[in-house]
């Protein structure tokens, strides 16, 4: 069996006959038996084929940054007009992600550089970057929705798209055959200089959508925008002088991983350019964070309270170049707990106002966040919708099983143990469940690891890239890590507690089972129900009955009256309004909201077959044929 095929893995499940999340399943709990914590292990987990438990490498934190430099200095520079900053090989435990490697060049022969294949593997290797699925026409049959006086003609194709030679170049070692809905109306969109609010299933292409477009209309024009900075290929540390940041894009997001991740993506689409990517956060190294800004800094993605720090250090960071701002998982980010911030960067910086294009991304937009972001934007801001507002996708199998709270250790394991292995994430409520979990399942011989807040941003880092590189496959996290995350091959998100109201509701539930079923690929999640979800239970049903899930018998009470399971229009099914456009029949539900503007699917059902070239060639279907 094979540990990507989602159907087996639930076939696996149901017949697994032992512990008590099996005897729980679909029963309705009022007549279910007590379950047993009976459950022995008949095989270890490496006899069941996990990879060895290994304890955290603290010696990692006794490494120098200059045993560090050392090491990276060491890595093969094989054209000297290249500079690379960061280990080319890869990092290790106990770098700094803010440190990777980014192409750097002299420029002075021409607008594109010379390739560097060493860096080159490293940036665009399958192990660093998530592959489109088998499903990836699923995406693209999302409908779209505009709003607002603007119309979009969307692109169906890279190569119509005006983009700059290095960016397509880029874009195609990046292995994207065609773009995503969401990327097919905001390259025109960025091209025409609109701000955008845009709001898209998690793992359909949001970074690419604002960083292809935005990075390709700078690049070329980099040599007059740009602040002057050092050569970067004799640049040396403390001996050259250093420039302050004075950054073209600033991208901001709410966590420290989603930042070296979009950190990451920026690496890959500046490859070869003179655009430079720089990372901001808060727990990383201050010291070396602006090290770096101060070789120069074309494009900054940070976290709001690092941000605001070196905005308040004016000879380290200054915003007055600034042409885009993006602001990324903006609903969260429009969130009160961020409001100084947010307003500090918005307007706290010496920025010309004027100068700025505004973008807000989120896969999960409440009504209250969209009337937020409009404020922050141009009157005749472009805003678009791929699918209903907070709404997941079909590729991701939804299980709900009934486990009383004292038994879900027990009844995680069992889980674990009843399916083949398969990079998994577990998320829980609370730090000191996490950190439980994480002992628990340790101390059984589960390869896993921890995430949360209250671990250090050396521990969290390395966290993360031991489970990216399959070294710990298991996962436990707090919801801190939940937006953002993309990694490859995440084949199952368990939802050992759901996340009730108070710790984020269904829109925390959809970014967390997002992080499988990532661009076009299956995905299982499954989630642990009792008596103490009965807050969340309602929507959940909902949320179930969209994607075609099946409900368990102990959650059929929640079924909305009349909607009869697999028979339904699911356009009946009540969400919050979708439509900002403030008609009042557009609280009638989600299919009343897609109402008048509704548009075609992004490219057309019949066109959407594996091969990239027999998608969609015109750009037919936009705009004002609506
Ligand atoms: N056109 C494309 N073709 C193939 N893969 C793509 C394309 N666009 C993006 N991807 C890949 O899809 C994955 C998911 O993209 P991304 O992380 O931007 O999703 P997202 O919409 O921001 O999700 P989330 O809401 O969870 O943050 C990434 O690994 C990215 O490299």
């Known amino acids: 069996?094979?540990?990507?095929?989602?159907?087996?893995?639930?076939?696996?499940?149901?017949?697994?006959?032992?512990?008590?999340?099996?005897?729980?399943?679909?029963?309705?709990?009022?007549?279910?038996?007590?379950?047993?914590?009976?459950?022995?292990?008949?095989?270890?987990?490496?006899?069941?084929?996990?990879?060895?438990?290994?304890?955290?490498?603290?010696?990692?934190?006794?490494?120098?940054?200059?045993?560090?430099?050392?090491?990276?200095?060491?890595?093969?520079?094989?054209?000297?007009?290249?500079?690379?900053?960061?280990?080319?090989?890869?990092?290790?435990?106990?770098?700094?992600?803010?440190?990777?490697?980014?192409?750097?060049?002299?420029?002075?022969?021409?607008?594109?550089?010379?390739p560097h294949p060493d860096l080159e593997k490293q940036l665009f290797s399958s192990e660093h970057h998530v592959k489109a699925g088998i499903q990836f026409q699923n995406i693209a049959m999302l409908h779209v929705t505009q709003e607002g006086e603007v119309r979009i003609d969307p692109v169906r194709k890279f190569e119509d798209a005006g983009l700059h030679p290095a960016m397509l170049e880029n874009v195609k070692l990046a292995g994207y055959a065609v773009p995503t809905p969401i990327q097919q109306y905001c390259l025109p969109a960025v091209f025409k200089g609109y701000d955008i609010v845009a709001c898209a299933q998690t793992g359909s292409g949001k970074t690419a959508a604002f960083l292809i477009p935005v990075l390709s209309r700078l690049m070329g024009k980099a040599k007059k925008l740009a602040a002057p900075r050092p050569n970067p290929v004799t640049f040396q540390p403390g001996i050259t002088p250093p420039v302050r940041a004075e950054p073209l894009v600033l991208i901001v997001c709410p966590n420290r991983e989603l930042a070296t991740q979009i950190f990451d993506e920026a690496r890959r689409f500046c490859y070869r350019t003179m655009l430079r990517p720089c990372v901001v956060y808060g727990g990383g190294p201050v010291v070396e964070q602006i090290m770096q800004l101060a070789k120069g800094c074309d494009v900054l993605i940070g976290t709001p309270g690092r941000l605001c720090d070196f905005i308040n250090r004016p000879h380290v960071l200054t915003l007055k170049r600034l042409r885009y701002m993006i602001i990324d998982e903006?609903?969260?980010?429009?969130?009160?707990?961020?409001?100084?911030?947010?307003?500090?960067?918005?307007?706290?910086?010496?920025?010309?106002?004027?100068?700025?294009?505004?973008?807000?991304?989120?896969?999960?937009?409440?009504?209250?966040?969209?009337?937020?972001?409009?404020?922050?934007?141009?009157?005749?801001?472009?805003?678009?919708?791929?699918?209903?507002?907070?709404?997941?996708?079909?590729?991701?199998?939804?299980?709900?099983?009934?486990?009383?709270?004292?038994?879900?250790?027990?009844?995680?394991?069992?889980?674990?143990?009843?399916?083949?292995?398969?990079?998994?994430?577990?998320?829980?409520?609370?730090?000191?469940?996490?950190?439980?979990?994480?002992?628990?399942?340790?101390?059984?011989?589960?390869?896993?690891?921890?995430?949360?807040?209250?671990?250090?941003?050396?521990?969290?880092e390395d966290s993360i890239r031991a489970f990216r590189m399959g070294k710990c496959p298991v996962l436990i996290a707090t919801g801190v890590s939940a937006r953002g995350l993309d990694i490859g091959n995440v084949n199952h998100i368990i939802n050992y507690d759901l996340p009730s109201p108070q710790f984020g509701g269904i829109d925390e539930y959809t970014h967390r089972i997002g992080r499988t079923g990532r661009i076009g690929n299956d995905g299982l999640a499954t989630s642990f129900y009792n008596d103490r979800d009965a807050d969340i239970s309602e929507i959940l049903v909902k949320t179930l009955l969209e994607t075609e899930q099946p409900i368990p018998d102990f959650l059929t009470q929640y079924i909305p009256e009349g909607f009869v399971p697999g028979q339904g229009n699911i356009n009946t099914l009540q969400f919050e309004a979708d439509s900002d456009d403030g008609d009042a029949e557009a609280d009638a539900g989600a299919g009343a909201g897609w109402g008048t503007d509704d548009a075609a699917p992004a490219a057309l059902p019949d066109a959407a077959p594996a091969s990239a070239d027999a998608w969609g060639t015109t750009s037919g279907g936009g705009g004002a044929g609506w």
């Open 330 to 460: 903006a609903d969260e980010m429009l969130h009160s707990d961020w409001e100084t911030e947010l307003n500090n960067i918005m307007s706290g910086g010496d920025q010309e106002e004027g100068n700025i294009k505004y973008m807000m991304f989120s896969a999960t937009f409440p009504k209250e966040a969209r009337a937020l972001a409009g404020k922050h934007l141009a009157n005749d801001h472009v805003r678009i919708r791929v699918g209903r507002a907070g709404s997941t996708h079909k590729n991701i199998k939804q299980d709900i099983v009934w486990v009383e709270s004292a038994q879900k250790k027990q009844a995680l394991l069992d889980l674990l143990m009843s399916l083949p292995p398969a990079r998994t994430i577990v998320f829980v409520n609370s730090r000191r469940a996490c950190d439980e979990v994480d002992d628990y399942l340790f101390n059984l011989k589960i390869p896993c690891t921890a995430i949360h807040s209250g671990r250090t941003q050396r521990e969290r």
């Open 1 to 114: 069996m094979s540990a990507w095929d989602t159907k087996d893995m639930s076939t696996a499940l149901a017949a697994e006959d032992s512990g008590p999340l099996a005897q729980a399943e679909g029963s309705n709990p009022a007549v279910a038996e007590p379950a047993t914590l009976a459950v022995t292990l008949a095989k270890t987990p490496q006899e069941h084929g996990w990879a060895a438990a290994e304890g955290y490498n603290y010696a990692s934190y006794n490494k120098s940054f200059k045993e560090i430099a050392e090491e990276n200095a060491q890595a093969s520079m094989e054209d000297p007009s290249i500079g690379i900053q960061g280990a080319v090989g890869g990092l290790r435990p106990g770098e700094w992600s803010s440190n990777a490697a980014v192409y750097e060049w002299e420029g002075d022969v021409g607008d594109i550089g010379p």
